[in-house]
């Protein structure tokens, strides 16, 4: 098989997916999507050569890994790249049956759990010295009453796999005010069987979140690319929604020392707040997947998608680790909607609020010699309860 012609099979197509698509389908990689949910809108791009709707690995695992398998003869030894969190895990507990057909970029089910479970993370970062906020994991209410009684309030009541959680609440944390309310938080989620953990509040405004980007190929970091929050949604406890490259180098060394000691290969983005009151970064999570933000590091010169399509398929190591500073990354259709809706309640003026748009910048899904994509989301609601 000649590599350069090797298929890529992206698995989920919202906007980390597309970011995937755009990046190896510039270089001429031939893109097979693999989509489950409405929401999604990447399998329209222009570079995808073919999709396929397939089982939500959420409702049956075995299922989605059957759809899959359905395609080995059609597309023998592609590149299997899952781009969500139920994907994800779905793949990675399934790696042994599907690497007998395909390439899977995906780590073993053995590591991506301790990402996925976020306690494992923090105790990991606990023996390694890393900081990061004060947590307690609680299973029952009892549990509650006794580890969280000189925590102070507000807090955050978080899940232990965020994704899930995301999926029922479109929300990745609940901030609870006073001790009855995260009592009677809790107890609703125990209903649900969600674990959850409790979790201080790390002060500061979004720009004081930042990220950091790897590849690491044999052990060693390969490229490596940081950024810095510059709005969230839903605000004050989101996801990016503007975002900017630029170089972060607090943050590391504690990011290579995690993966370091997770013997972690390939890509991952991890999340760090920097403390307003001691001015340190503390680590939030670890994202075993290409990230939301990913087009940004693709456009400030670290083309993440492609060194790992080198690494894997050509064998080759493609070292990059300096890029373009100030550089946004904006979601337009969402910083557009939240201009109007909480522009005011985030505190921005209208200066700092269109500042992006006059600088450098790359859009999330908007790109003109590629609109389809930007069509479906604009036509698809922004926001839905429950799964989308």
Known sequence: MNNQNRTVIVVFSHTAGLAVIRALGQKGIPIVVLHYRPVEFGYLSKYVKNHFPITDPDINEESFVTDILSLADRYPGALLVPTDDFSVVAVSKNKNRLESYFLVAVQDWSLVQRLIEKQYTYELAEQLKIPYPRTEFCETLDDINQRTRNLQFPCLLKPCQGHQFFDLFRKKVIVVQDGAELRERFLKLQSLKIKVMVQEIIPGEACEGVNYNSYIADGTPIAEFTAEKVRIDPPFFGSPRVIVSKKIPQIIEPGRKLLRALGYQGFSCMEFKRD??????????????????????????????????????????????????????????????????SRKEEGYSIREYIKPYLSKKVYAILAVRDPLPFLKRCLYPLSKPGRT
């Open 276 to 341: 307003v009151r001691d001015g340190v970064y503390k680590l939030l999570e670890v994202n075993p997947r290409h990230n939301l933000s990913g087009s940004l590091a693709v456009a400030s010169g670290i083309n993440f998608p492609w060194i790992m399509y080198r690494d894997l398929v050509d064998k080759k190591k493609e070292f990059r680790t300096d890029f373009q500073e100030n550089l946004y990354w904006i979601d337009l259709t969402k910083d557009v909607m939240r201009f109007f809706i």
